[in-house]
């Protein structure tokens, strides 16, 4: 469904990127992947839903707080523009910026997922960097429940963890179905049930839209994952 389309599917406000859209800069070549309005960029979606409803910024405004949303995948809606940025592991992260640097997460978010690696998932529209990533609340440590945002980037509330194994650092369980993972959020203090990229009750297609959040990591007898609006992938698709 094209970007227009879904405006006249409930959106009441819209902000494109050759208008209302906070443009900041051109994509470097090394992103990854995408949607043929971006040349590479990354299409986030669940196993509960598959890449047919991907990473969506609701109205498609780059703004602080804005709205993020499953929606229904478009090679024309620079809404679903998004690119991964790769940090490194989360120990590399904590001996460069300790407590003196953007991400500030706790000694022991460092010791449980020191080795883990760490992301920022950031909003490009049309291919162009508007400095806003998927993150929560800025200043807080997130609580189950906190709804799921544009906020700046390079901040720990943009950071989410890719654990190596799909449950607390303490029990190392079976690996998840192929290629998909859980995404813990930077902010997170509860090392065994941490808080997760979720997607909560509802359908892609429901209005008002569903609007993602963390929650605490839902797991199975053997630690699985057993929520699959808790396990995400990125399919890169490239462009034209």
Request: glycine share 10%; proline share 8%; charged share 15%.
């Amino acid at each position: 469904m094209s970007f227009m389309a879904k405006i006249a599917a409930g959106a009441a406000t819209l902000a494109l990127a050759s208008g209302g859209v906070g443009i900041a800069g051109t994509l470097s070549a090394s992103a990854s992947a995408e949607t043929s309005s971006c040349h590479h960029c990354d299409n986030w979606y669940t196993q509960k839903f598959g890449p047919a409803f991907i990473l969506d910024d609701l109205y498609g405004h780059a703004s602080a707080g804005n709205a993020l949303i499953l929606y229904q995948a478009s090679s024309s809606d620079p809404a679903e523009d998004f690119v991964t940025d790769d940090l490194g592991s989360v120990g590399s992260l904590s001996d460069q910026h300790g407590h003196h640097g953007h991400y500030q997460f706790s000694p022991g978010f460092a010791q449980a997922y020191g080795s883990d690696d760490a992301i920022e998932i950031r909003y490009v529209p049309l291919g162009r960097d508007s400095n806003f990533c998927v993150g929560t609340w800025p200043g807080e440590v997130a609580q189950p429940g906190f709804k799921i945002r544009l906020e700046a980037c390079g901040e720990t509330n943009t950071l989410f963890v890719k654990p190596a194994a799909d449950a607390g650092p303490n029990t190392p369980p079976p690996p998840p179905p192929a290629g998909y993972t859980s995404l813990i959020t930077g902010t997170d203090t509860n090392y065994t049930d941490p808080l997760v990229l979720n997607y909560p009750a509802g359908r892609p297609t429901d209005l008002p839209r569903p609007w993602l959040n963390v929650e605490p990591l839902s797991t199975d007898s053997q630690h699985h994952s057993a929520h699959d609006g808790q396990l995400w992938k990125d399919k890169m698709v490239y462009g034209s």
